[in-house]
């Protein structure tokens, strides 16, 4: 298991349900009571493909998506080791906006109108397109600091010229305007291999910083599975209008995608609309949607994607929701203090509720605060209410210096 955050202690805490012998690389505390941890960087291919071959490991499944767009897939495959996760070509669904714009328009699938702009004489004619500001994203991976709705034109021409003077270096060289959609956000999770697509349970994230929705974006304060908004008929259409399309349209340019597919849509009085894909399970959503897969499902819904298995796997959810409430550091998502000891009191963990470790190390023995986002108490109930309830009755048993939460996660259930 490749990362180090609170998506990668989930991942860890599913691979153990299925009774598998796991490495995380690097891990966290939280991994290495369910895992071999090794003190490898997530973006060291090398050293990944290394520690691979030498522990004869069966399966790498990658976290994060920096790894894949840099082309861990790849050596892994030239290595002849099996990789839950997209080649590099096929992970530029996530490592460039341009990529997905064209290629989502060529397969017709719904999303916002948009142009691209390479360099400043772009910008006047690309903006005439807009009849309001639209939203400016950076092309290649910026670590979240990549898309920006400024509110008026000036605005949107000076955050254009910022990131091609270079700003977020390469990854800004082009810049994707969008129309800025109105409607309801949503996100719906797949595991894929080729043109076959098996849906993973959805959930709602909660972005921003704030208790209603106030302050700054963020990775994420939280999430709820399932996500009250979304029915079975959007499931269809999402699927038949935009995951399958988008399947076809890579594997005709000669990049088959086998891993996690995460399509984040905006849902508009004229239907789902595409704003991005992911080329790996978001965060916190995939604490929330994990703990809801039955036993061994993440274990071999991971080696179907892989290869390891022909048939498509039954992936056996369970009904009982789940919800998950971030704790952050004070400064997230600027600057965050780090170094803070943690109190976990020990009756946080049940049959029904854990502490996911995020950014968390250990010091001396002691747990300190390590990032933003230091963890997430997760809970399930035999309502999204009842799971609403305990997962903030565990956060009232974490505590830190500075200590940042929300108090409205899962409350639009």
Known sequence: MVGGGGREHAMCMALSAGDVATIAAPGNPGTAAIARNVDIAADDIDALVSVARSEDVTLVVPGPEVPLVAGLADALAAAGIPCCGPSAAAARLEGSKVFTRVLAAEAGVPGPRYRIVRDTDDFAAAVDAFDAPPVVKADGLAGGKGVSLPNTMDECRREVRHLLDGRLGDAGASVVLEERLVGVEASLFYACRGLEAVPLPHAK????????????????????????????????????????????????????????????????????????????????????????????????????????????????????????????????????????????????????????????????GTLVTAGGRVGAVVARGRTANEARRRAYDGVALVSFPGMTIRTDIGETA
């Open 205 to 364: 994230d909660h972005k921003r910083l704030g208790t209603g929705d106030l302050g700054p974006n963020t990775g994420g304060m939280g999430a709820m599975s399932p996500n009250p908004i979304v029915d079975a008929s959007l499931e269809r259409v999402v699927a038949d209008t935009i995951v399958a399309p988008t399947l076809a349209a890579i594997a005709r340019r000669g990049a088959p995608f086998s891993g996690f597919l995460y399509a984040g849509l905006m849902l508009t009085g004229d239907g789902p609309r595409l704003l991005e894909f992911n080329v790996r399970l978001g965060d916190p959503e995939a604490q929330v949607i994990l703990p809801r897969l039955e036993s061994d499902a993440f274990v071999e819904t991971c080696r179907w994607v892989a290869g390891l298995r022909t048939d498509p796997p039954t992936v056996g959810v369970d009904r009982r929701p789940t919800c998950g409430v971030v704790v952050a550091s004070e400064g997230y998502p600027g600057t965050p203090r780090r170094g803070d000891p943690i109190a976990v009191d020990p009756t946080l963990a049940t049959s029904d509720r854990w502490f996911i470790h995020a950014g968390t190390a250990l010091d001396a």
